[in-house]
Nanobody, 128 residues
Framework: QVQLVESGGGLVQAGGSLRLSCAAS????????MGWFRQAPGKEREFVAV????????YYADSVKGRFTISRDNAKNTVYLQMNSLKPEDTAVYYC?????????????????????WGQGTQVTVSS
């Protein structure tokens, strides 16, 4: 059983930056691809970014490409989401999720149903 705890959310002005962290425990972190999703009020949860187990492969939603960077530190059992040039439309609860796989890529990673474990979420609010 893997436990995921997100941190780093908050209130930031448009154009600012935040770095989210997701600390994992209870499993072999390097056996999991790690994803970030977000959910705004009244909207469905949507894919943001994913990183393969080794960190060698990363994939992003078009809406965040060039502004967000996902990374991981397997020695610290932590995945990060660096968010730059934030926009009001980035406002959402951000969730990290774990998928038990060592594949370098899966087309299913863009779907929330692919992930076995989820954190509780952290709120990101971007003011205009």
């Amino acid at each position: 059983q893997v436990q995921l705890v997100e941190s780093g959310g908050g209130l930031v002005q448009a154009g600012g930056s935040l770095r989210l962290s997701c600390a994992a425990s209870g499993g072999t972190f390097s056996s999991y691809a790690m994803g970030w999703f977000r959910q705004a009020p009244g909207k469905e949860r949507e894919f943001v970014a994913v990183i393969s187990w080794s960190g060698g492969h990363t994939y992003y939603a078009d809406s965040v490409k060039g502004r967000f960077t996902i990374s991981r530190d397997n020695a610290k059992n932590t995945v990060y989401l660096q968010m730059n040039s934030l926009k009001p439309e980035d406002t959402a609860v951000y969730y990290c999720a774990a998928d038990f796989t060592r594949r370098p890529y899966s087309s299913s990673w863009y779907s929330s149903s692919e992930y076995e474990y989820w954190g509780q979420g952290t709120q990101v609010t971007v003011s205009s």
